[in-house]
């Protein structure tokens, strides 16, 4: 004879396993959608954004005594953007460029400098993350719902234990005849 905490944690198991295949379907889905957004997105600031030549005016200052590869350091650039304005701005830069030396720069249709335009890759990594967001969110709720229930289930099966214990164990041990 089944119990009934057996029949529940039963049916809990299909709900859930249910429940986890459609939050997998879901976080598929919302991969695909995000990245497809993510891609559309960075086409649109293609459209938006021009690059151009940029002329280093002096060389890049160092704040340290010791160049760390890894610093970046703020140099004078001197580019002329789409419409044949010239226009001078303070760039941070990774590399130790010289004055003199060419550097390409982003901007946009005013003229000001911006940042690259998103690439293919960053459509696909936003894609992952938020798929793989979701689904470690759904499948950690599933997770912490079977262990509640778990937790529930055991509690009511040693009660239930303890009172039909104290119903046999005296016939059993032989105290009572």
């Not at 470690?136 to 912490?144: D, I, N, P, Q, Y």
């Not at 289930?153 to 016939?171: A, F, I, Y």
């Amino acid at each position: 004879m089944r119990r009934r905490t057996d029949r529940v944690e039963d049916g809990a198991a299909w709900a859930l396993t249910t429940v986890g295949l459609l939050v997998l379907f879901v976080s598929v889905l919302a991969g695909v959608w995000a990245g497809a957004d993510a891609a559309e997105r960075g086409r649109a600031a293609e459209d938006e954004r021009a690059q151009v030549a940029a002329v280093v005016l002096d060389d890049a200052s160092r704040h340290d005594q010791e160049f760390d590869s890894d610093a970046m350091s703020w140099t004078s650039v001197r580019y002329t953007d789409l419409s044949g304005g010239i226009h001078e701005a303070d760039l941070p830069m990774a590399t130790q460029s010289s004055a003199g030396s060419a550097v390409q720069v982003w901007v946009d249709r005013a003229g000001r400098l911006a940042p690259a335009p998103p690439e293919a890759l960053d459509a696909m990594v936003v894609g992952a993350m938020v798929g793989l967001g979701m689904l470690g969110t759904g499948a950690l709720l599933l997770v912490t719902t079977w262990i509640g229930l778990r937790h529930f289930l055991d509690v009511r099966n040693c009660e239930t234990w303890g009172r039909e214990w104290e119903k046999v164990e005296p016939v059993w041990s032989g105290r009572c005849r």
